[in-house]
């Protein structure tokens, strides 16, 4: 499974392409893209090409559409520049959605808001001074991310603090946050950023993206 949601099946609310958000579901692939085994995912991952595909997939408008929200992943990088790995991140200067990126420095950013008018707190470091190249292992320990390997990250929005995970760590917080995450006619892409803006298309695997509509 490459998605995962906690909504409650409401019809009066429910994205007509998702019949049921409850519990497991895979949203519409568009442009390149494939599913890779790989060594540290069980079913195997979603690949992204980054800029040499533009590939992404789109899980409707309903997940990640509330006050209060997580959303929790698998990555594995295979370039370091910057990229959007999840995204419901509109244009202009509302103030309402949301996005998670990673950064040239391997520092990863959760923003709140929308373009012209957000709020952003980015991991603490960059990447894990021991792992910079290639390695075996599947999985990496520790409050850094790997580079070319499994990294878990976490973000949680409570209405006013944000806070990002590595690897079930809090590497930072930002508190005080004016912006608001629920924009209800932005879809959410995994793998790329929304329509009418710089793409920034993810380069690498991701796998097993849970959004609940709860801070945990």
Known sequence: DVCSSDLDPNPETLDDREPGQRGRYIGVMHGDYCFSPDLGMKHGALLFYGLGGDGWMDGGV???????????????PSAVREQVAVSKYPEGAEGIGWQIRLYEDAQIGFRIGSVDHFAEVRTQGGFDPFTKSATPHAYT?????????????TVTFDGSLAQIYVNGQRSNELTDVAQQTPALTTPLWIGRANEGQLALPFHGLID???????AL
């Open 208 to 214: 097993d993206v849970r959004v609940y509509q709860r």
């Open 141 to 153: 320990m520790g409050p850094l991310p790997r580079h070319h390997g499994w990294t878990h990250i």
């Open 62 to 76: 309903v997940p990640g559409a509330h006050d209060e929200l997580s959303v929790a992943f698998w990555m594995k």
